[in-house]
């Protein structure tokens, strides 16, 4: 099972994100602060917000 860990920089608020069984390619899910959506890659071991295009 992967686990990612981050923190959100879209809300002021302490503590990190943990996002447990990942897939290994990675995968779309919901960020529990902002509730945007989110990239997870657990490759890069990193999360990254999804901006929607205008």
Known sequence: ??????????RDRSGEIV??????DGELRECPDCS???AVDPRC??????EEEP
Do not use: Q, W
């Open 1 to 10: 099972m992967t686990v990612v860990s981050a923190t959100c920089p879209r």
């Open 45 to 50: 071991n990193e999360v990254l917000h999804v």
């Open 19 to 24: 996002f447990t069984g990942v897939s290994e």
């Open 36 to 38: 945007s959506e989110v």
